[in-house]
């Protein structure tokens, strides 16, 4: 292994979770009586927190509920859909298991602890993560480097030496803000759209040789 590190990102990377977070957004919205979505774009929040898309709803709409009821109303769907689907990507889990014990490893996500906590419960993963961390830990959310940063310290491993595994536009900019290498994978975004990355792959098979595993995973 020619790395020091590995930080996965985890909503679009290990799992396949962002059409659920869109449509537990809308499903809140439209509970709230908002069938369009209010004036937002789900798009423009790929990669970044929920608490700021929440924000900016309640900046532009001042419903009568609290920033912390919208939150729980939308987790709670999230966390539903993600028992039903378990829409696990099959190659990330295998790249994390192959990695395991190889090389610190750490999650860094966008997404609210119990979200990190079920897909790490769901996907078995628990033990391969020496540090896991969210959004809402951090002072700034990706594209700011922070949540990087912060596993990185965690890890005890320089920025420079590690790499990150990404599937959005903030999310590169974090980790390149970062002083990290990323390498992207074209879940969400089409491969000519994540030209900022160091490498983009297809498949997490080209991952693992990138990264020096000396067999497929």
Do not use: N
């Not at 869109?22 to 709230?32: G, K, S, V």
């Not at 390498?183 to 900022?196: C, E, F, I, K, N």
């Amino acid at each position: 292994m020619h790395t020091g590190a590995v930080i996965f990102d985890m909503d679009g990377v290990l799992v396949d979770s962002e059409p659920l977070h869109e449509r537990a957004f809308r499903e809140t919205l439209a509970e709230l009586g908002y069938a369009d979505g209010a004036g937002l774009s789900f798009r423009d929040y790929v990669g970044r927190s929920d608490h700021e898309l929440w924000q900016d709803f309640v900046r532009l709409h001042r419903p009568s509920i609290s920033l912390e009821e919208l939150l729980a109303r939308k987790r709670a769907r999230v966390l539903r859909l993600l028992e039903q689907r378990r829409p696990w990507f099959p190659g990330a889990v295998r790249l994390v298991r192959a990695l395991c014990g190889r090389v610190p490893l750490g999650l860094a996500s966008g997404s609210e602890r119990p979200v990190i906590e079920a897909v790490l419960e769901g996907t078995g993963l628990r033990t391969c993560f020496r540090a896991v961390v969210s959004g809402a830990e951090v002072p700034r959310g990706k594209p700011a480097p922070d949540i990087f940063l912060r596993t990185a310290a965690l890890l005890e491993v320089p920025p420079r030496a590690c790499w990150v595994i990404e599937d959005s536009l903030p999310g590169i900019a974090a980790a390149r803000a970062a002083g990290m290498r990323v390498v992207a994978v074209p879940h969400t975004h089409p491969a000519d759209d994540l030209r900022d990355a160091d490498h983009v792959m297809e498949d997490f098979d080209g991952i693992a040789r990138l990264l020096g595993l000396p067999e497929p995973i």
